[in-house]
């Protein structure tokens, strides 16, 4: 026999029907026999349990359960926890797919986002990108003449 058919016929051991195959199965399998063993003690744990004496519960035990249950229907569930959690995810991500929506959909140029050194002219461009170092380190260094930059342009005044 099989042990699933020996697992499924151990209620028939209970009410005195133990067949010679289930205990020569039980002697040789030593899963079947531990679960057999543990499912004597179960069933002991059992009887025990029907021969102690019932308990009385004291005076008012009934409100206080009925006001627990109502506390624990009032208590926040797991459910409402992952919605609230599963909108903020949602709006977030919404969020950031509005903001590289909008990165994309902006033009390179424009008040948003300042000039490039192409879209200038050359000379606004040596103006507003001058040397790092400044013209004192040029000045001091004395291999390298001091560059003059042309004036920036300045559009006619009327007077």
């Known amino acids: 026999m099989r042990c699933d058919d020996i697992r499924n016929r ?3 051991l209970w009410d005195g029907g133990e067949t010679p195959e289930i205990r020569e199965h039980l002697t040789a399998c030593a899963t079947c026999a531990g679960y057999h063993r543990d499912l004597r003690r179960v069933r002991s744990g059992f009887r025990l349990l029907q021969r102690e004496e019932v308990i009385e519960p004291s005076l008012g035990f009934s409100e206080r359960l009925v006001r627990q249950l109502g506390e624990l229907r009032r208590a926040p569930s797991v459910a409402d926890f992952f919605e609230r959690v599963g909108r903020r ?3 977030a991500t919404l969020a950031l797919t509005f903001l590289a929506l909008l990165a994309l959909a ?3 140029t424009g008040p948003v986002r300042g000039l490039t050194a192409a879209d200038m002219p050359a000379q606004e461009a040596a103006l507003a990108y001058s040397d790092p170092m400044g013209e004192n380190g040029l000045q001091e ?3 390298l003449a001091p560059v003059e930059s042309p004036a920036p342009a300045v559009p006619n005044e009327v007077k």
């Open 10 to 12: 151990l209620d028939d």
């Open 141 to 143: 260094s004395p291999d």
């Open 89 to 91: 995810f949602v709006y």
């Open 106 to 108: 902006l033009p390179s």
